[in-house]
């Protein structure tokens, strides 16, 4: 009777999963400190990952992490919509179909019988897909995993009714705001920072890596540019295909530039 009385007037909260990894749920209990200040705001009725404890729906916020592989999960997410008043994606995954997403260049057939002793018993669809594929999505939370501010964030525009205040440049401005040297022209190393989505404050950069495009595309990325560019570097075409397919490789800018360079 307590638990209820306090809870009153939250609105609640459930987080689903599917073909993932489970990285950008843990990012919700990541949060730490302000994880306090959530669960005081929100009321967490449904996270498997942190509670075994389940409060019936509908729900006002649900978060989904995972693509979908089989025919139970192009079922399940129609459910999921059906009890939820706004549905966000989080994460490469659910966002763009994730790492599992290579099964769509390739036989799915093959791989399960390279893979399991008895591919009979294996139920799965040809092609891993994101969640938007399915049913309406609300918002896309990129990243692999998802940045805990950005998440962050989105509670905070959630429940002040506001669209969330997340910067769609690249990460080009992430390096320029770190101080970072451009490793494309100060090294010449390969790097997807030009046509990738902002949000994890260029990590591989400041070590002097090429960003891997962790967050997807960012907002019209100049594909083709970047192409000619790692050309110049000497990058040959099967490893172009390669950089464009990693945990984003099914998004559809990435996936139209690696056939381009496939079909070549």
């Known amino acids: ?9 939250k609105p609640k909260l459930a987080v689903w999963k599917f073909a993932s990894c489970d990285g950008c749920q843990l990012s919700l ?17 449904n996270f498997p990952e942190a509670s075994r404890a389940v409060i019936k729906g509908p729900y006002e916020l649900s978060l989904v992490e995972g693509s979908i592989t089989t025919p139970h999960d192009a079922e399940r997410i ?8 706004f549905l966000i994606t ?8 994730g790492i599992q997403a290579l099964r769509n260049f390739k036989d799915v057939g093959e791989f399960t019988r390279m893979v399991y002793a008895n591919p009979d018993y294996i139920d799965t669809l ?13 918002y896309e939370l990129h990243g692999c995993p998802i940045n805990k501010h950005q998440l962050l964030e989105l509670f905070n525009a959630f429940l002040n009714r506001r669209k969330p205040n997340i910067s769609s440049y690249s990460v080009c401005m992430e390096c320029k705001m770190r101080g970072n040297i451009c490793v494309m022209v100060a090294n010449g190393t390969p790097c997807l920072g030009p046509v990738t989505h902002a949000g994890c404050g260029a990590i591989c950069p400041a070590y002097d890596r090429g960003c891997y495009s962790c967050f997807g595309p960012s907002e019209d990325p100049n594909m083709r540019a970047l192409s000619t560019q790692l050309k110049v570097l000497g990058v040959s075409r099967k490893d172009i295909i390669r950089l464009y397919r990693s945990y984003n490789a099914n998004s559809e800018e990435f996936k139209r530039e690696s056939i381009v360079h496939e079909d070549q």
Do not use: F, W, Y
Request: aromatic share 0%; net charge negative; with cysteine.
């Open 1 to 9: 009777m307590q638990n209820s009385l306090v809870n009153r007037g």
């Open 90 to 97: 989080i994460g490469a995954c659910a966002t763009s179909g």
């Open 29 to 45: 209990l990541d949060c730490e400190d302000e994880l306090l200040d959530v669960a005081g705001a929100i009321q967490i009725a």
């Open 126 to 138: 040809n092609n891993s897909t994101p969640i938007s594929d399915h049913v309406a999505v609300d």
């Open 78 to 85: 129609h459910k999921i919509r059906r009890s939820s008043k």
